[in-house]
């Protein structure tokens, strides 16, 4: 036999896909554990395709997640979550995926890691990367969690079951009481605006905040751009695309995350996300439909493993969302939005609207919490195939 299987959950949690595992299931070493998914993903492929793998060729659908009992008392499962580069053999654990939180809670229902029940099953998640617990509140009928209904997410083609998610605050790397918890910072630099010195562009205003993942945003004005721009056209622009990477890679110096610009490119390239923000404007997504000014609070663009994201990131969203509830930020200058009120983005694929809260102590300002719905449901079952050689045999949990 050359061949073995690895049992594995191919699912989608709002507007990307991933395949879900058991920790129990892969190796414990993280190397042979990397090696393994790199491989179920299909990368690194020079082609840009995924052919021989389980990736779908694109920052939404090249990524993989681990779940396992929780070893927190106030949580249910751990999560963790890993953006699979396509062209290296490189798996990105700095971050989460909000969209993708969203099927953690449904995967941990149907695998038996959480009791369901009947109307909505809370599921709590610790979220292993950002070390942020997130609440999930799953529908869940005849003791089965419920995948059809009527809600519609711009960017997912079908309507599916509202699952709402709560993203509490984040706090630092171990979390709970373990050495350096604490609640992190909700503007690393301390300041609602910087200026960024960025290598071959010169100095531009940014905020840079890490709710839900790490995030830098700057004025689309700023960078000859509109906030209304589409893929297809933009990911074939290089100058551009190179250009936006070194914002990002700036911020990730400026804000802690990596020691140098390099670093962040070559072995970070998943946060912190950029991305562009523009005052409200009618504009047509990328699926031909117009939607008016008055239907958004802000236009935003956003990154995502060196491409321009087909809708808008989950936490991304969020740290938009913090950003507009927060006095002086790049954000709050230009978007629309009222105290208490989610606030409306108007992205690539059409609307989407995030609520977040914050508040000031003493020291400084700090998230509280964010609210977003999602729908996820699973796509396929089974067992993933490799090739016997790929990597050691998974050591039992």
Request: glycine share 12%.
């Amino acid at each position: 036999m050359n061949l073995r299987r690895i049992p594995a959950v191919y699912m989608r949690g709002g507007t990307s896909k991933g395949v879900f595992f058991h920790v129990r299931d892969l190796p414990r070493s993280p190397r042979e554990r990397d090696a393994l998914l790199l491989r179920v993903i299909g990368s690194p492929d020079p082609y840009g395709k995924h052919t021989d793998g389980m990736g779908g060729a694109t920052s939404s659908t090249s990524k993989v997640v681990l779940i396992a009992p929780s070893t927190r008392d106030d949580c249910d499962v751990d999560y963790l979550f890993g953006a699979v580069s396509i062209g290296e053999p490189l798996i990105d654990w700095s971050g989460n995926c909000g969209n993708l939180s969203a099927a953690v809670g449904p995967f941990a229902i149907a695998e038996g890691l959480v009791a369901p029940v009947d109307g909505l099953t809370r599921v709590r998640i610790w979220q292993q990367n950002v070390g942020q617990r997130i609440d999930a509140f799953v529908p869940v009928r005849h003791g089965e969690v419920l995948e059809d209904g009527a809600f519609m997410e711009d960017g997912v083609p079908f309507p599916g079951a509202e699952i709402r998610l709560e993203f509490l605050e984040p706090r630092r790397e171990g979390g709970g009481d373990d050495a350096g918890a604490g609640v992190l910072p909700l503007l690393p630099t301390g300041a609602p605006q910087d200026e960024l010195a960025v290598p071959g562009l010169g100095s531009i205003r940014a905020t840079m905040i890490t709710a839900g993942n790490p995030t830098v945003f700057v004025r689309a004005e700023a960078l000859g751009l509109t906030g209304r721009e589409l893929p297809d056209g933009f990911n074939r622009q290089r100058k551009l695309l190179a250009r936006l990477e070194a914002i990002r890679a700036a911020a990730a110096v400026r804000m802690g995350l990596a020691d140098d610009a390099e670093y962040a490119t070559a072995f970070r390239p998943a946060t912190p996300k950029v991305a562009w923000v523009a005052r409200p404007t009618g504009y047509r997504t990328s699926a031909g439909v117009d939607v008016g000014a008055d239907r958004i609070d802000l236009l935003a663009r956003i990154m995502s493993m060196g491409k321009l994201h087909h809708a808008f990131t989950g936490t991304g969203s969020i740290a938009l969302a913090a950003a507009a509830a927060l006095p002086g930020t790049v954000v709050a200058e230009i978007a629309r939005t009222l105290p208490g009120v989610p606030t409306r983005i108007g992205h690539v694929s059409g609307v989407l609207a995030v609520g977040a809260e914050v508040s000031q102590g003493p020291d400084g300002w700090c998230f509280d919490k964010a609210v977003l719905s999602r729908s996820a449901r699973r796509l396929m079952s089974g067992w993933v195939h490799l090739p016997a050689s790929t990597a050691g045999p998974p050591q039992s949990a």
